[in-house]
């Protein structure tokens, strides 16, 4: 199998580069969609969230169409930038290193927030349309399947997820509190109705808010999630007014493109607060908000990248747990590997028994014809005997294939085996 990933996440990109690869669900669907028709025979898989944009690939064999950059170049040439301009802060993993990434991912050790819940569904959400469209396969299915797998064995045998955490629970806890001494007496504004938005209702309301309007560029969604939460629902259009009365703002659309500009915030938002006190935390990928909305007076505006250091005090506070984290994540790889290395060899396994079986069944046949009259307990005895011999000259090399399934060297051993017992292709 060969497995290629090219991507970018906070760990190495700003939020101003990622925000230029940043895939919307309908734009991840039509990349998809896209990639199906230009690589057929390649499968894969998009994941785009506010922290990262991956490209996974996978395919049975090899492919001078199928290489790093070949997949750097569709990311690049989908938003239409020059390669050269991104190259320099792209990732690119193959073979195991994709398997133990992508475990990580939806394990959340390699979020900005360790033990965040969001990133399971996401990865969950990626795969899923893969699945739709038809561009996932065997290949990612197996791979994708085991990720979630291992999350669920890290959730379940770690405290990592114990304490509830996300990046709005950081958010609010060390910067909204920073300017806010209380929030029951707060009007907060809540853009977007998917599941950061329900996650910051959540922690806000732990907070001790009180009066949430949720707005959504579909009124159904918003109506749902403000009937859940006792809030006020809102319509786009009614933007404007909300902005100018609330005092915090929490924006997580998928727009794709900045919903409020810095002229539309100056000439229409800011003269009507007089200064008062705006807290913003644009959790859109791409951002929500122009970045330079955050200069204006009284107006204190957050987006991802602005949570690095609270994000890392609180991996400080789960180190403890890391270690049996990344045990879980070494032997689920190998258990990953080792079985994509025996469905490799199991169609010799197949060939090797079934040819073994007919030479077993010409023998026997030969044999029992000479004997003659043999009642039916010496005929049967006589064929348990042919079958447990061909089983144990059969377990040798068997064996063999399983331990260098393991060790990641069976490729010469199956080459060897089909010259040793000429068997086809």
């Known amino acids: ?64 169409a199928f290489t790093d950059n070949s997949l750097a170049e569709y990311l690049a040439g989908w938003h239409s930038i020059p390669l050269d301009e991104i190259t320099q802060q792209l990732v690119s993993l193959d073979g195991q290193a994709v398997v133990e990434h992508l475990f990580r991912v939806a394990a959340s050790l390699d979020s900005m927030v360790v033990g965040e819940p969001q990133i399971l569904a996401q990865v969950k959400q990626a795969y899923e349309l893969a699945c739709e469209l038809g561009s996932a396969g065997p290949h990612m299915h197996g791979c994708f399947q085991a990720a979630l797998r291992v999350a669920r064995r890290v959730t379940s045998e770690t405290s990592l997820h114990r304490h509830r955490v996300s990046i709005p629970s950081v958010a609010i806890a060390d910067f909204a509190s920073r300017i806010f001494e209380r929030f029951d007496d707060k009007r907060v504004l809540v853009i977007g109705a998917g599941e950061m ?59 794709g493109h900045p919903i409020v500009t810095l002229e539309y915030y100056r000439k229409q938002i800011a003269d009507e607060r007089n200064q ?30 602005d949570l690095a ?19 879980i994540i070494g032997e689920e790889t190998s258990r990953f590997l080792t079985d994509a290395r025996m469905q490799v060899s199991s169609p010799l396994i197949t060939q090797l028994r079934a040819e073994w079986d007919v030479v ?30 061909v089983n144990k000259l059969l377990h040798p090399p068997l064996q063999s294939l399983r331990d260098e399934a393991e060790n990641d060297s069976h490729t010469s051993l199956l080459d060897a085996l089909r010259r040793l017992f000429q068997l086809r292709e």
Not at 31 to 52: D, F, I, K, Y
Not at 287 to 304: C, K, M, Q, W
């Open 1 to 64: 199998m060969n497995l290629r990933m090219v991507g970018c996440s906070h760990h190495q990109s700003n939020i101003a580069f990622r925000e230029r690869l940043a895939f919307t669900p309908d734009q991840a669907a039509n990349a998809l969609s896209a990639w199906q028709q230009s690589h057929p025979g390649v499968e894969a898989v998009l994941l785009s969230t506010c922290n990262r944009t991956e490209f996974y690939a996978a395919a049975a064999g090899h492919s001078d």
């Open 197 to 255: 938005a329900d996650e910051t209702l959540r922690y806000l309301r732990d907070a001790g808010a009180k009066r949430f309007t949720i707005l959504n560029r579909d009124p159904g969604r918003a109506q749902a999630l403000a009937a859940q939460w006792q809030a006020e629902a809102a319509s786009w259009g009614d933007l404007h007014r909300q902005l100018v009365r609330a005092d915090l703002v929490i924006s997580t659309t998928a727009a």
């Open 276 to 305: 008062r006190p705006l807290f913003i935390l644009d959790l859109a990928m791409p951002r929500d908000f122009e970045p330079a909305i955050g200069e204006e007076l009284g107006t204190y505006l957050y987006s991802i990248d």
């Open 309 to 327: 250091a609270a994000c890392e005090q609180n991996r400080k506070s789960r180190q403890r747990e890391l270690p049996r984290a990344e045990r």
């Open 360 to 389: 077993k069944q010409a023998e026997l046949a030969r044999l029992l014809n000479k004997l003659g009259d043999l009642d039916q307990k010496s005929q049967e005895e006589i064929t348990r005997f042919a079958d447990r011999l």
